[in-house]
């Protein structure tokens, strides 16, 4: 079975600041990657994905992740944060074969002034 | 593309009492998920639907759960005998395998408060 941790439980960026965040996945073959993002209260939207070819993927918002077959990694990154930014953010992982994701518990973004 | 929608957002109930939410799919899609998100946590997995047959259920999903897309439109999730434990937001989202590329896009969710 398919699982994914986020090492980072709380994370705290000053404006303008990069950021990374970490995603590790356990799955036996190719998986289908996600980082998704959710607002107090709100939905998850989608930020990016990755399915195969490039491993370096851009998404929306300005961030971009790269997959890491080697490391089983699937790291967010954005080169400067915004207020805006501030939210909670999950990495999913889809078996290629199947349809239900599997999300790990989130990171959390502040971003300071 | 009017996204995923759900209905309520909100619902307070009272333990013992049975609720139900309903998640209108992106139109074009045929595959529609349901989640659980508790606090702190990353939402869980509890059933998924292609068109009206429901293919897989989690463990999650008790028998107090149970969930229907009749028509492979809109589904339905009724929570029998609502326990305190059962607090938590239920997402909806919905995908379209036959792009080979099963992203799911997710609605706003039900918040679940039972007192």
């Not at chain 2, 209108?24 to 606090?39: F, G, V």
Request: with cysteine; charged share 20%.
């Amino acid at each position: 079975a398919q699982s994914v941790t986020q090492p980072d439980i709380h994370i705290t960026v000053s404006e303008g600041a990069s950021l990374e965040l970490r995603c590790n996945y356990s799955y036996g073959a190719t998986p289908y990657l996600f980082w998704y993002v959710q607002s107090p209260g709100q939905g998850l939207q989608l930020l990016l994905k990755y399915f195969s070819g490039d491993t370096l993927v851009q998404g929306i918002k300005g961030f971009e992740a790269e997959f890491k077959r080697s490391q089983s990694s699937f790291n967010l990154r954005k080169p400067s944060v915004h207020w805006s930014d501030a939210a909670e953010y999950f990495c999913a992982v889809v078996a290629s074969n199947a349809g239900k994701s599997t999300f790990g518990d989130g990171t959390t973004l502040t971003v300071k002034p | 593309d009017t996204g995923v929608s759900q209905d309520p957002r909100h619902k307070i109930t009272k333990r013992g009492q049975n609720v139900t939410f309903r998640c209108d799919p992106i139109s074009e899609h045929n595959r529609l998920y349901w989640y659980r998100q508790t606090l702190g946590q990353g939402p869980e997995f509890l059933t998924y639907f292609q068109n009206e047959a429901q293919l897989e259920k989690s463990r999650l999903l008790s028998d107090r759960f149970s969930a229907e897309r009749p028509k492979g439109s809109f589904s339905t999730l009724e929570i029998q005998r609502t326990e305190q434990g059962d607090s938590a937001m239920y997402l909806c989202a919905s995908s379209s395998p036959g792009q080979s590329t099963d992203t799911q896009y997710f609605g706003p969710g039900t918040r679940l408060t039972v007192l």
